[in-house]
């Protein structure tokens, strides 16, 4: 049954504790209070650690350190430490106790995890967001994963502004 036509999802850093993870399951939950909501695989190392540590973070990175942050998700941390293997320079989370995200994050968003009851072969976790930091460049050129092993970033930009949306052609009843 399941078949992704809902790709392409922006892929982000999953950070808990030393260890990391590359992540599209993920999505914004609440503005007030700033909450997203994961989905973790349940053979996942990282799961454990969520439900050890309770917290997280969210880490977006550049399309040109996509070969490390794909190549991290095909490296088992229960095995490797992942920075190291792969070279990646860690810091210390700024609000969190264990946690520690890429230096070279564009945007950061720490959280304190709780789990969500659920069957199905992910765990939900909602996370509420304690600090973000980040920059206009993470909006630039994005890792899009597409699906199994693809990979995008954007190459086409549109701005819908709605003073200018009054020359268009107006819309029929019921094509919105």
Known sequence: MYRAFFYPMRLALLAVGRNFMPMAWWMPASKEPFRFLLAVDRKNHTLGLLRELSEAALAFLPWEERA????????SGR?????????????PARRLAHT????????VYEMRVLEWPSDGDHALFLGEVV????????KQRPILFLG???YATLGERWSFSP????SLPSLGEGEV
């Open 100 to 107: 520690q995200v890429p230096e070279r994050a564009l945007a």
């Open 131 to 138: 600090h973000v930091e980040g920059s206009a460049k993470a």
């Open 148 to 150: 199994f092993r693809d």
């Open 79 to 91: 095995r490797v430490d992942k920075a190291e293997r792969l070279g990646v320079a860690l810091r």
């Open 163 to 166: 003073k200018r949306a009054r």
């Open 68 to 75: 490390w942050v794909v190549r991290a998700g095909y490296l």
